[in-house]
Nanobody, 130 residues
Framework: QLQLVESGGGLVQPGGSLRLSCAPS????????IGWFRQAPGKEREGVSC????????NYADSVKGRFTISRDNAMNTVFLQMNNLKPEDTAVYYC???????????????????????WGKGTLVTVSS
């Protein structure tokens, strides 16, 4: 079954760090832009950060700029989201998604969810609380 699998979520205190991972099952990520999205209770899903297929271009939501870093290791077939200085408002289920690179002209399109994703993961819960 072709799918994305997220890992690395958990409970962390404010100011702490977590690193999320996104890995595919049954395919490779080389031809896909990858994005991280989150959905907090009672809120709409929002784009957090996205990265182009070769890792050259990235995009971040204003709320996470300077705190989160997206990266990818195509040799490992994995995309990471390093989250530092976490705040309670970062609490959400985090999802990764993949879109074929030729379906978007700018990585911002993916983070804005202006394109249908080829694959979604099932999510990993991040809770920031003291």
């Amino acid at each position: 079954q072709l799918q994305l699998v997220e890992s690395g979520g958990g409970l962390v205190q404010p100011g702490g760090s977590l690193r999320l991972s996104c890995a595919p099952s049954g395919f490779t990520l080389d031809d896909y832009a990858i994005g991280w999205f989150r959905q907090a209770p009672g809120k709409e899903r929002e784009g957090v950060s996205c990265i182009s297929s070769r890792g050259i271009t990235t995009n971040y939501a204003d709320s996470v700029k300077g705190r989160f870093t997206i990266s990818r290791d195509n040799a490992m077939n994995t995309v990471f989201l390093q989250m530092n200085n976490l705040k309670p408002e970062d609490t959400a289920v985090y999802y990764c998604a993949a879109v074929l690179r030729y379906r978007i002209s700018r990585i911002q399109q993916m983070c804005a969810q202006n394109v249908g994703m080829n694959y979604w993961g099932k999510g990993t819960l991040v809770t920031v609380s003291s």
